[in-house]
């Protein structure tokens, strides 16, 4: 009796662990009726899915992270850009289109993309009429220079962009709007406004890439009697079609219409649901099991999900799935004043010992991680040629590695037996440590024993930004990622490899790259108008730095994007590499109840 | 006479007395006074001390991807990273106890009493976050604490009672599960359940004031997957310290006076058994409302825990420095409860 009974309740304990495991692998799959509404892999990557012109509904994000800041002059975080255009408007903006023509420059609050003088320092822009904050007072010129100042206050809002404060005053004469001294506050002098429809920018230097610059959302305008200086990103002003109606930092966030916002006055924004809803999660895999279960439409961050939600997306919900490159190159770099990688043979055996293949799946593999990165500069800023440009053959003959190749460099470089070194990796980046962990395994084989510090993630400006400090700990090598500004050369590059951005703290030219022939390229870059000439210098660019053997890249990175079911108009932007968030609608009729129970009738 | 005889006999009655109870509490509260501002001193100095002797330089992670040094002082200076460490002390000090006044490029704030500072990265004051936090984090430790207590002491007494027994091994097995088990395994474990499999609950949460229904339904998960942490850990004492009183002389007694085992149990044996648990139930209970981090990140809580791992981070300093400052004074709070029920349950204690 008493075997018999053991064993009934041995029979009953491993059926409720039955249950357990099987609820926990088809949870995802009861949920969500995205299965439905899947429209195909990877569509949204390139082209416009579920086109539709319908208004109404909440569009609903998930987000494992708050902004950095809401106040547009103070956020530094791409997917942060991408949202404030809710809310806020700049001179000239990004085209409201898939890929590639997605990082082209239209005009916005301006008429048109801008007066330019002959030398290529005088930009004039008009205004639209009937541009409005959410309060139904105009947007002057006026506004738009403030908004521009506010960058010069780095003592109350710091953290953004800074390139229009040293394009227009690189010698640091003007001290910001809080210490200005002038009644109007206004007193920048490379921009005037004559009158409220006209602003000028006089540049001390010409730069082609000024455009640009003035799309970032920290050229956007705010009114001085609504600017809460420290306190504006708990409660920025609109001067979009969203404006906020409640937002509780790391809970939640609320955007309702603006009611004074006009369509005609915005070829931009068409403004489709009536809200716009953030959830901030603390909890990635929830978040992502909420996305699947059609709880929520995307995420805010556009960082892709987690391992779990990706295997049961991949395996269960495909067709609401992209696959885009998310802008960034994750690389290791080679500091100069670190023997013996002052020695160009020593970082090429470091490059030609590498097993590429192996570091790509330390990454995620091709889908979660990305291509592996032939060279520098990522496939969406203009001028790159991607795998296409392959020097050392890392995704070719050579992606395991080249044992002879790299022996020999290092005999070149005076190391015949290889030679010792650190490598600096983040501790808060997992897959930064996977990859440092496969780069030693692969270098040992060459002879280079290379010992793993890992160091404060959240201090990377005072340990590897600090030139003395790296020499001082000895990183020979390290792993870092960088995704452009801008779309353009000189958004992605100039901080990596300009000699005369090399800074004593706060360094990202961690290579420390002093090479007069890339400085050359640069300020010709800045100084050329033509865009093909522009695209020409940039390729030359990434050839002069794969050459010196500053870099080697790991992955063109790409991350798995989910794609709600009722979302319409989605499609990928090279602009913000992430799904263009102003033209996102919603099909209201498919809420998630009603999806869920589509699903369970299948 | 009466009077005089009455004041003679009472008099060692006095040491037992309101009034004794009340010299305790002061005194109690005066340690407990005192230890705050211990806390305070050392976690001050963690916060702020320790970075400097490491070299840490925590202005550097507020600025932009490119800020030249001139940026970073700036920085500096507007966090009061750059006053002499005492004077950062004091003018910490000074701003929880009478308000402070905070004035960066020309934009000059006052902070009221109880100021614990600014988030460096969302700007706003503190305290309203800390208050606004409170009530979720509260909720989620007294509904699990009333759970772990009705069934982690049931189970252990019950134990303790069939000692050796099905019951007694079933429930010292599921105690071992639940002390070893982990909450983000068993917070996504019943999410996935009950959430995203049977979908019984949707384990959202909502704020009371909002929905009592929807707050109810939401908190059900996170109550019943912190409660089953602790009734575990509870039963188990439970079961050891009942064993251990039912071998007591005076249990024996009570059962040969012919006493119902009702009232042995029920009336002497719990109560001392009670002792230790309410030590603990202290204990826990202060450090919960300190914020219970694990829970709170697991089922998106928007309570102390998940604010002060936020902060941690974003280094966000002033967030971690006033949660770690609420955590220790609920802790001290809750002894302090413990040690005034202790003096009422226990005569010994007010005389000791």
């Known amino acids: ?149 506010r960058q010069w206050a780095q003592d109350v809002l710091s953290g953004g962009p800074v390139y229009l404060k040293d394009i227009l005053d690189p010698d640091g004469e003007y001290h910001g709007p809080y210490q200005d001294e002038s009644a109007d506050k206004l007193g920048l002098k490379a921009v005037e406004t004559p009158d409220d429809r006209t602003i000028v920018f006089r540049l001390p230097q010409r730069n082609s890439d000024f455009p640009q610059m003035l799309a970032i959302p920290s050229a956007s305008p705010v009114r001085q009697d609504k600017d809460t200086k420290s306190k504006y990103g708990l409660r920025p002003f609109s001067s979009g079609p969203y404006r906020f109606e409640s937002y509780d930092p790391g809970k939640d966030l609320q955007l309702v219409r603006n ?205 590897v930004g600090s030139p003395d400090n790296v020499a001082k700990k000895g990183y020979g090598i390290v792993i870092d990622g960088w995704a452009a500004d801008f779309p353009s050369v000189q958004g992605f590059g100039r901080p990596l490899w300009d000699g005369k951005y090399v800074l004593e703290s706060g360094n990202v030219n961690y290579a420390l790259i002093k090479d007069k022939a890339i400085d050359d390229l640069f300020d010709a870059y800045a100084k050329e108008p033509d865009e093909a000439a522009k695209v020409r210098i940039a390729t030359q660019i990434n050839h002069k730095v794969m050459e010196g053997a500053y870099y080697l890249p790991f992955t063109y990175e790409k991350y798995l994007n989910w794609r709600g079911g009722r979302l319409t108009n989605v499609y990928m932007t090279d602009a913000y590499n992430g799904y263009d968030f102003i033209s996102l609608g919603v099909n209201s009729a498919k809420s998630s109840k009603s999806s869920k129970s589509s699903q369970s009738s299948q | ?46 916060f702020f001390l320790v970075p400097k002797w490491t070299g840490v330089d925590i202005a550097a992670s507020f600025v932009g991807k490119q800020a030249d040094p001139a940026a970073v002082e700036a920085v500096r200076e507007k966090l009061g990273l750059s006053e002499p460490i005492h004077i950062q002390a004091w003018e910490f000090f000074k701003g929880i106890f009478a308000g402070r006044t905070y004035s960066t490029g020309g934009d000059v704030v006052h902070c009221s009493a109880p100021c614990f500072g600014y988030s460096f990265k969302s700007e706003q004051a503190v305290w309203p976050v800390l208050t606004d936090r409170f009530p979720v984090t509260l909720g989620l430790a007294l509904g699990a604490a009333v759970l772990w207590l009705v069934f982690g002491v049931a189970a252990g007494v019950l134990s303790a009672l069939k000692r050796g027994s099905l019951w007694d091994r079933g429930a010292m097995v599921a105690a071992l599960a639940g002390v070893s088990l982990p909450i983000y395994f068993t917070g996504m474990l019943s999410l996935a359940t009950f959430a995203f499999g049977l979908k019984w609950l949707d384990a959202q949460y909502v704020p009371f004031g909002r ?142």
């Open chain 1, 1 to 149: 009796m008493t075997t018999q009974h053991a064993s009934r309740r041995r029979t009953q304990a491993l059926a409720a662990a039955a249950v357990v495991a099987g609820l926990l692998t088809t949870t995802a799959c009861g949920g969500g009726g995205d299965k439905t509404s899947g429209v195909g892999y990877d569509a949204a990557t390139t082209k416009v899915v579920n086109a539709g012109t319908t208004k109404g509904g909440a569009l609903r994000f998930a987000a494992t992270q708050d902004g950095d800041s809401w106040d547009t002059t103070r956020s530094y975080y791409g997917f942060a850009w991408n949202f404030m255009r809710y809310y806020s408007r700049q001179l000239v903006t990004y085209k409201t289109e898939p890929g590639k023509a997605g990082a082209t420059l239209t005009p916005d609050l301006a008429t048109d993309m801008g007066r330019v003088s002959d030398d290529g320092r005088t930009y004039t822009f008009t205004l639209r009429d009937e541009v409005s904050w959410e309060d139904g007072k105009p947007i002057t010129s006026k506004d738009v220079k403030y908004g521009i100042e």
């Open chain 1, 259 to 463: 009611p004074q916002w006009k369509e005609a006055s915005d070829p931009i924004r068409k403004a489709y649901p009536d809200t716009v809803d953030v959830k901030f999660f603390s909890n990635a895999n929830d978040m992502d099991q909420r996305l699947i279960a059609g709880d929520y439409d995307l995420d805010l961050g556009q960082s892709g999900l987690s391992p779990q939600g990706r295997q049961t997306a991949l395996k269960q919900h495909k067709g609401n799935l992209d696959n885009p490159l998310s802008g960034y190159v994750r690389y290791a770099t080679f500091p100069q004043n670190v023997k013996p990688f002052d020695n160009e043979h020593c970082r090429r055996a470091v490059i030609h010992g590498a097993d590429h293949l192996s570091l790509q799946t330390a990454r995620g593999g091709p889908v979660a991680g990305g291509d592996i990165g032939t060279n520098m500069l990522p496939p969406t800023v203009p001028g790159a040629q991607g795998v296409t440009y392959d020097p050392f053959d890392m995704a070719g003959a050579d992606r395991n590695g080249n044992v002879a190749k790299a022996k020999q460099e290092l005999a070149a470089c005076g190391k015949p037996d290889g030679f010792t070194t650190t490598i600096a990796v983040r501790n808060n980046k997992p897959v930064e440590v996977a990859t440092a962990q496969s780069l030693q395994a692969s270098l040992k084989k060459i002879g280079i024993d290379a010992q793993i510090d890992q160091y404060d993630g959240s201090q990377t400006s005072g340990i």
């Open chain 2, 1 to 46: 006479m009466t009077a005089g005889r009455r004041g003679k006999s009472r008099r060692p009655v006095l040491r037992s007395g309101p009034l004794a109870v009340l010299t305790y509490l002061i005194r109690r509260l005066f340690a407990a006074a005192v230890m705050l501002v211990v806390i305070i001193m050392v976690v001050f100095g963690i």
């Open chain 2, 211 to 352: 929905d009592p229904g929807g707050w109810f339904g939401g908190m059900i998960l996170p109550w019943i997957t912190l409660a089953f942490l602790y009734a575990a850990m509870y039963a188990r004492i439970t079961r050891a310290t009942m064993m251990e009183v039912l071998g007591e002389d005076y249990i024996r007694t009570a059962r040969a006076k012919g006493l119902p085992e009702r009232t042995v149990i029920g009336k002497h044996a719990m109560r001392s058994t009670m002792t230790p648990i309410l030590t603990m139930l202290g204990m826990d209970l202060g450090a919960l409302i300190g914020g219970a981090i694990l829970t709170e990140s697991t089922f998106n809580l928007p309570g102390l825990g998940q604010a002060v791992l936020n902060a941690i981070r974003n280094q966000d300093l002033p967030i971690i420095l006033g949660v770690v400052l609420i955590t220790s004074l609920s802790v001290l709070l809750a002894n302090l409860l413990v040690d005034v029920l202790y003096a009422v349950i226990d005569p010994r204690v007010r005389l000791a």
